[in-house]
């Protein structure tokens, strides 16, 4: 099954995505918290793709990242959390907040999320504490994406025009930049955009 779709945004509509690829408009269920960090419409985008198949319906999912689609799959995983559930909770909250408020055990903030009443957010304790750490420490990176160095605003454009998220491509810059600071001594700018062009096409496939 694909993993993930490149296209053109049609409509960001409350938990719904349109995205055109080669000729064909998908109807793509997202969190809205995922939805307001995609470009505008008419833009290029990926979106990370999970399809929910049964004998009289599919329906595609659709994310901003992978780290966002292993906590959709993970809230299926608690009873009385479905589908319709797992996008609302992930709609009113972020990945870091979620992990955060499930590791320090505040049934209080669980609590307060669209369709979670306290018997679902003791169950969502039960299944996922200790199991939504996030392996890239991406809250601080998502506090930083806006601060991405002026001398890399030209790679992550390339990126993106190449189909690659947005958000995606600036973590992986982030990350990059700092992985890369031996290579990048005594480089020009040119050749430093290069180098990082190419490993981050690298990390993003």
């Not at 810059?173 to 700092?178: A, P, R, T, V, W």
Request: charged share 25%; with cysteine.
């Amino acid at each position: 099954m694909f993993n993930s779709l490149n296209g053109t945004i049609t409509a960001k509509l409350p938990q719904t995505l349109y995205l055109e690829t080669g000729g064909i408009e998908w109807d793509i269920s997202m969190p809205d918290t995922a939805l307001n960090s995609l470009p505008s419409v008419g833009e290029k985008v990926r979106v990370y793709t999970w399809l929910q198949h049964r004998e009289d319906s599919m329906k595609l999912f659709g994310f901003s990242s992978k780290e966002e689609r292993s906590a959709f799959l993970d809230l299926l995983k608690v009873d009385g959390v479905g589908t319709k559930g797992a996008l609302k909770i992930l709609s009113g909250i972020s990945l870091t907040q979620l992990s955060a408020a499930l590791d320090s055990q505040d049934l209080a903030q669980l609590e307060r999320l669209p369709g979670v009443g306290k018997k679902t957010a003791q169950k969502m304790m039960l299944t996922l504490k200790g199991k939504l750490t996030l392996d890239t420490n991406i809250g601080q990176m998502q506090q930083r994406l806006s601060n991405i160095p002026p001398q890399w605003q030209d790679v992550t454009t390339a990126l993106t025009e190449m189909g690659y998220d947005r958000r995606s491509c600036e973590e992986v810059i982030i990350k990059l930049q700092h992985e890369l600071s031996a290579d990048f001594e005594g480089k020009t700018q040119a050749q430093k955009e290069e180098i990082m062009f190419r490993k981050a096409i690298v990390e993003l496939a």
